[in-house]
């Protein structure tokens, strides 16, 4: 009985393997993507998106532990 639950166990962590393998596969690629966005000639252009973005996101962030704290003292 012990045994099958330890293949099961081995199961499970080939899966959690092959998709970090599947991961680390995609970094050169996004690499490559991201170094040829900042190389070209329209590289500030993927500098102000990249910055938008990240601003909107902090934006909600911010957002969302200010109503958190503001529902806590009310």
Not at 41 to 61: D, R
């Amino acid at each position: 009985m012990r045994v099958d639950e330890d293949a099961g166990l081995d199961d499970l962590m080939g899966v959690e393997d092959r998709a970090t393998g599947a991961r680390k596969a995609q970094l050169p690629k996004l690499r490559a993507f991201w170094h040829a966005a900042t190389r070209g000639k329209y590289w500030p252009a993927t500098v102000i998106v990249t910055l938008a973005v990240v601003g909107v996101l902090i934006y909600f962030a911010v957002g969302l532990i200010a109503g958190f704290f503001a529902g806590m003292v009310e």
